[in-house]
């Protein structure tokens, strides 16, 4: 039996992290003392205690147990518990757990609705993905949905301290011991999946060979010779890949230099050259933007070189461009002024172009007024010449409001100059 399946908690007491849930007084020990278990939905990163809560709680309970993994399950399987329904067997009802819910699809899922709303079911599933984007949503109404974190490196440890003392005992008489500095490692390394560093112990023993005398003594080295690198949990179609992403724009936006290149760490660690192209040219508009326009050309060019030189040497010109917009002024008056246009398109009646600004190269275009009474800019001082450009109906919208940048500013005050001059 692999180690986590072994020393797995049989009480809330003892799961590693999560006390904003199973610690004392909180939520999931209250359900487990009244024995109503509602209709839950654990939702978090891989190794971080869903399912070990789950089976402490269908533990807890009299109700017949079903456990379906949603990536093999499919809806026979859930008709056949469904069939043993009012049974003898089942005469308490039924718990089911269900692992992975974001794999069943939507049909499958409304296969259990009926039964969860009457009580007949109660389901416990978990999932990786954010529950409000993969679970339907009547299924969604009728559960309570559960966060789980990622667990910190020092609970991780004193986890691991808990199980280093058991196996001692386990592997009596032989002397079994682990160098601290290995299980702080471990700790750290884990990413802050419990699983992951239960494993890596587990790898570390079965490659340590009995000294002379038979005993097990694991050290520092033996760690880092079956180590590569740290685990990155990154999953391209998952929460984290739209969390680091969402951590690294905002980083920049925020003139946060050493959180940039942190989070830009994350993403070369994971080797997504694409999307970490993509953030950083859409930040130096939609951030950036005009309070300096020269911006986007850099970072066009550096992740133009990005692409061409690919990993690992792509990282370089990344870092350039992540700092220099990190470290830039900040605007965001373009973006916010199309976003202004095209709420006002939806929700006002916008009315006909001026028939001066219409067309008015072909045939027949003069005997409709299209075009005659347009004043080209060119013909006159500054190349500027007042005239209405909005059609009638919202003549004198205002989308765009200069930034408080020098270049945004001083464009600004030529606008002014210009028409002051005109006048």
């Known amino acids: 039996m692999p180690l986590a399946d072994k020393i797995r908690p049989k009480s809330i007491g003892d799961v590693i992290g999560q006390n904003h849930i199973v610690g004392e007084g909180k939520i999931i020990n209250k359900v487990l003392e009244t024995g109503n278990i509602p209709n839950m939905i654990f939702y978090g990163p891989p190794g971080v205690g869903k399912t070990t809560v789950a089976n402490i709680i269908a533990d807890k309970t009299n109700k017949t147990l079903y456990k379906l993994n949603a990536t093999t399950a499919s809806v026979k399987d859930i008709k056949e518990i469904i069939a043993g329904l009012d049974t003898l067997l089942t005469k308490d009802g039924v718990l089911l757990y269900l692992d992975e819910i974001q794999n069943f699809n939507k049909k499958q899922q409304q296969s259990l609705l009926e039964f969860t709303e009457n009580g007949k079911i109660t389901l416990i599933a978990s999932t990786t993905e954010n529950p409000y984007h993969y679970v339907y949503k009547a ?20 986890g691991l ?33 419990v699983r992951y560093s239960i494993n890596l112990l587990e790898l570390v023993i079965n490659l340590t060979k009995h000294d002379k005398d038979g005993n097990i003594n694991i050290k520092l080295e033996g760690l880092e010779e079956i180590l590569n690198s740290k685990k990155m949990s990154f999953d391209m179609f998952g ?66 070189a990005a692409k061409e030189l690919g990993f690992p040497e792509a ?40 028939k001066h600004l219409k067309d008015g190269h072909y045939g027949g275009a003069k005997k409709l007024g299209n075009g005659n009474e347009y004043k080209y800019p060119h013909a006159y001082p500054n190349n500027y010449i007042d005239q209405q450009y909005l059609p009638d109906e919202i003549e004198g919208s205002i989308y765009y409001d200069y930034g408080n940048n020098k270049f945004e500013q001083a464009s600004k005050e030529y606008m002014k100059k210009i028409k002051l001059s005109e006048n």
């Open 139 to 158: 299924i969604l109404s009728r559960s309570t949905v559960f966060e789980f974190y990622k667990v910190s490196s020092e609970e991780i440890l004193r």
């Open 161 to 193: 301290n808990r199980i280093g003392s058991d196996l001692k005992e386990d592997y009596k008489p032989v002397e079994f011991s682990i160098e601290a500095e290995v299980l702080e490692k471990i700790s750290k390394l884990s990413d802050g999946d």
């Open 239 to 304: 929460d984290e890949y739209y969390n680091i992403l969402s951590a690294f724009q905002k980083s920049i936006r925020g003139s946060d230099a050493n959180a940039a290149i942190h989070y830009l760490a994350r993403l070369v660690k994971a080797g997504d050259l694409i999307s970490i192209c993509r953030r950083l040219l859409v930040i130096a508009s939609e951030d950036i933007g005009l309070a300096y326009p020269s911006a986007i050309s850099i970072v066009k060019s550096c992740t133009d």
């Open 315 to 354: 990282r370089i010109p990344l870092a350039q461009a992540t700092i220099l917009l990190a470290t830039s002024p900040k605007s965001n008056s373009a973006y916010t002024a199309l976003d202004a246009a095209l709420h006002q398109i939806d929700i006002a009646e916008i009315g006909d172009i001026p």
